[in-house]
């Protein structure tokens, strides 16, 4: 829209110069020659042009100038997400070995008598093991963004239809509405070239979430359709919701809300949920009202 | 086996190998061990190990260019592999090159124990060529062609994913072993996450939908409570 009106603007005087020498040409303008003996009508057409001209120029430099800029922010933007992962397989790799030095010599003292000091060996022994479950957590994502997909034709309708169906089963899913729609007129959803496996693992990250933070009696949303060449699912949730300040950053790994620190989490879920949809070539987005809820998008292309 | 079986500890890192070491002793096992490549290789020459727990990021010589040297060497000492990469690619790359199973670092020490006790069940040195290296599994009329990634049965090609396959893979060269959901997510898939344990199971229902139709006496065999079982005899060729 924006695009049309800078190019109308820029070529109106070229056709206000254009309208004058017409009427010029229909004898409604005087019909004294001016400088260089042109018609008044030829010298607003000729100025019009040179106008015209001049802001075509201008307005092309300056989308010029801003899809560099552009393509400079995206290469920047990448640049930074491509040190956080080096980053952080880094720390995960010189974690490796003192964290298995660590649990090998808690294995060796754990049949200590003394109940404080079995006390004090099982806390190391738990943390340690969190530490670690942490790594490999951090470790996995990477290894989906770069591992080899098992790509078949996925029908995700009923791959969902699986995933509602375990979520029903997990600790606390009765107390909550969980509603699932998904086409079937005019047709059902077409099926998705994708790892199933993989595919199922965001989806289940995404109910998992949905109903740890909504409260007992509130309602989880699961549903689907096809839009341009895609395929839209959404799961959203009557739960506490998340500030828009911090929505962007749900997606980066071990984030973890101030607000959400009191419930057991990795800040890994919905990492894993963006590493595994851009690797089907798709992107996810995540829209929040504080007190209201959360909806979380994935679009991934047919 | 009627000795106590000797393992072979190879790590650069001594927090490891000084914490390991009495671990594994206390588990029942004779240890030796060596804090780099060229040491490890010298240790299986003097030693005769009955197996081999290789560190693969060493300094100088590392892991993989241990077991690729012993295993040009014609040796056939089993060796299970401790990885820092958790990659798929370097997982089938340890297979290939004939490793005997691995474990990713930081892993559970009882695990590791697990680990080599299977691994010295399942025969090693004594049972010919390891199953973990050869290019044609077979048991009864079921046929897997690790180099094709094609499965036979009764010479009949059956259709299988990629996955049903690598995982008809693993549980075959794991016969007779108790395999969980979570190590088989490890092995097979790459990833481990809670909740995706399922995943497993729907993959194992297709593997048996596939092998097992009107096969009478079930391959893969299910163990309540702990995972998946290769039930028949395997062979190599």
Known sequence: MRRVLVAVLALLPLAAGAVLAGLGRAGRLPADRWFLSALPGDWALAVGAAVSLVAVVGVGVAALRDRTWRHRLRARGAQAAQDRRLLLSRLDHELKNPLTAMRAATANVAAGADPAQAAAVGTIEEQVLRLSRLTTDLRKIADIESARLDRRPVDLAELVEEMVDVARDLPGADERELVLDLPRAPWPLPPVPGDADLLSLAVANLLDNALKYTPPGGRVEVRAREAAGAVVLEVADTGRGIAAEELPQVWEEMYRSPSARSLPGSGLGLPLVRAVVERHGGRVQADSRVGHGTLFRLVLPV | ?237
Not at chain 2, 89 to 116: Q, S, T
Not at chain 2, 204 to 232: D, K, M
């Open chain 2, 1 to 237: 086996m009627t000795s106590v079986p000797t393992v072979l500890l190879v790590d650069d890192e001594t927090a490891i190998t000084d914490n390991l070491a009495p671990f594994l002793q206390r588990a029942g096992f004779g240890v030796v061990v060596a804090g780099d490549g060229d040491q490890a290789l010298a240790r299986i020459a003097d030693t005769a190990p009955d197996l081999v727990v290789l560190d693969v990021l060493m300094p100088g010589r590392d892991g993989r260019s241990v077991l690729r040297a012993v295993r040009h060497g014609g040796g056939t000492v089993p060796i299970i592999l401790l990885t820092q990469v958790g990659e798929s690619v370097e997982r089938a790359m340890a297979l290939e090159e004939g490793a005997d199973d691995y474990l990713n670092k930081p892993f559970d020490p009882h695990e590791l124990v697990a680990r080599i006790r299977a691994v010295l069940r399942r025969g090693g040195a004594a049972a010919g060529p390891a199953l973990a290296a050869a290019h044609r599994l077979r048991s009864g009329p079921l046929v897997l062609d690790r180099t094709t990634q094609r499965v036979f049965r009764d010479d009949v090609e059956l259709v299988l994913t990629p996955r049903a396959t690598a995982l008809l893979a693993y549980l075959m060269t794991h016969p007779g072993e108790v395999v969980s959901r979570e190590r088989l997510l490890e092995q097979v898939w790459g990833w481990t996450f809670h909740s995706s344990t399922r995943t497993v199971d729907t993959r194992v229902a297709e593997l048996r939908r596939a092998v097992e139709a009107g096969a009478g006496e079930p391959f893969v065999e299910t163990v309540p409570g702990e995972g998946y079982r290769f039930a028949r005899p395997v062979e190599a060729g």
